[in-house]
């Protein structure tokens, strides 16, 4: 915002309280997988409209986990909460919908996105869709849900122990949304003028098995109702894990983020293993296909072994990445293990609970190496290669 100083957002004085956005929930459900999005195109008769959506699970296994919009008119003091699916699901067969995220165009539409897959519990690699729901009216009413294509997330191999997808390999960092939907649109922020509305749709995906995840896009240039066929845009050896795209205001440019492992799906937890964060971008041509990619980042490869959940069973590497632009240059944000050890003795009782050779349960504090979890989000901004 204009005039927006660090003094200013350093001050807690200038920062409202904090309100629950999710309301009618009762104590037994669960909001999970949420984005928020300000309107944020001056030309926009919703503008400084905030939007939050996130799927709505409920207490009993298999019931119903639609998606649930709400919104705020008011700068945040109040929300009023919409469901924008249906309350159904299909278990066992497939899960919920999730994975949502949601945007808008110079003239306020709102554009959510969102998948359902099947459940990996029975499908190896659970496939799925993409959907979208749009609000013509600044969140008032959303239509229907319309079908986009269908996806395959990356998902080969469910842990036997902490009962998740892990990409890595055994006792690896959990996939389950790798091939939800992460959107751009080129609304012309902060005024509007010049938006070309073109979206750009990226995410993980499966389908061409195991060790060859791909990071696939797909655009539209007329409100979501045609899309290009999805085409890969990572780099060769890249196993994608998590993806975003960023378009600039003026919808010429556009820059994707993703995170990647660089070694084949691990069977043991002693052989090496590689994660990287890489940043991309490709110009727009006129009928809106992205060209001329060039790569404007490849981390420092880490190990994704010295990353660790809470309960250190497994590695923990987080759900996202994120980009965003402007019409200069692109910024992006994504997970790093460069800076995380790898414990010897952790990956020994991690293969040992997996039903190898037996091996104590470690304490991090004093049989690890000091770095072990210490994983990082790292960052970049950078200038447009072709102004």
Same mark, same amino acid.
């Given at each position: ?13 200038? =920062? ?9 929930? !009762? !104590? ?8 928020? =999005? ?14 939050? $959506? ?10 119903? *986990?639609?998606? @649930? ?20 699901? @299909? ?19 709102? %554009? ?28 008032? !009413? ?12 990356? $998902? #080969? ?15 690896? *960092? ?14 012309? *922020? ?37 899309? !290009? ?8 050896? #890249? ?15 556009? %820059? @994707?983020? %993703? ?71 692109? *910024?992006? @944000? =994504? ?7 790898? $414990? ?44």
């Amino acid at each position: 915002a204009t005039g927006l100083t660090q003094a200013i957002v350093d001050n807690k004085n200038n =920062w409202r309280p904090p309100v629950i956005a999710s309301r009618r929930q !009762s !104590s037994t459900t669960f909001a999970d997988k949420e984005q928020i =999005w300000a309107d944020n195109a001056s030309s926009s008769p919703f503008f400084g409209n905030v939007y939050v $959506c996130f799927a709505q699970f409920r207490s009993q296994p298999g019931a119903a *986990a639609p998606l @649930v919009v709400t919104r705020s008119t008011d700068g945040g003091d109040t929300w009023g909460q919409r469901q924008v699916t249906e309350a159904t699901n @299909v278990p066992p067969m497939m899960w919920g919908r999730s994975g949502c995220t949601i945007r808008t165009d110079s003239a306020g539409v709102v %554009y959510l996105f969102y998948e359902s897959f099947q459940s990996p519990f029975r499908f190896l690699p659970p496939r799925g869709t993409h959907f979208m729901v749009k609000s013509f009216d600044g969140g008032r !009413s959303w239509t229907r849900p319309i079908a986009l294509f269908r996806i395959a997330d990356p $998902c #080969h191999f469910v842990d036997p122990v902490i009962q998740r997808c892990v990409m890595d390999g055994v006792a690896g *960092a959990r996939n389950d949304l790798s091939a939800a939907p992460s959107v751009t649109i080129a609304n012309g *922020a902060p005024t509007g003028a010049g938006a070309t509305n073109m979206i750009v749709n990226v995410w993980a995906d499966g389908r061409d098995g195991l060790n060859n995840e791909k990071v696939l896009l797909s655009y539209s240039t007329d409100g979501g109702t045609t899309w !290009s066929a999805p085409t890969a845009v990572n780099l060769p050896g #890249h196993r994608a894990y998590y993806a975003a795209p960023a378009l600039s205001p003026n919808g010429r440019d556009l %820059y @994707v983020v %993703y995170n990647a492992f660089t070694t084949p799906f691990r069977n043991n937890t002693t052989d090496p293993r590689g994660l990287i964060g890489v940043v991309r971008h490709a110009d727009i041509a006129a009928g809106g296909t992205p060209i001329s990619w060039s790569t404007l980042n490849i981390g420092a490869v880490g190990d994704p072994r010295g990353s660790s959940q809470n309960n250190l069973q497994a590695g923990f590497l987080g759900d996202y990445v994120y980009a965003t632009a402007t019409n200069t240059y692109g *910024a992006a @944000v =994504w997970n790093d293990a460069r800076n995380a050890a790898v $414990c010897p003795a952790i990956n020994a009782w991690r293969a040992a609970i997996r039903g190898g050779p037996a091996a104590p349960r470690p304490a991090p504090n004093t049989d690890c190496p000091p770095t072990f979890g210490n994983t990082d989000i790292f960052g970049g901004s950078y200038p447009d290669p072709t102004p």
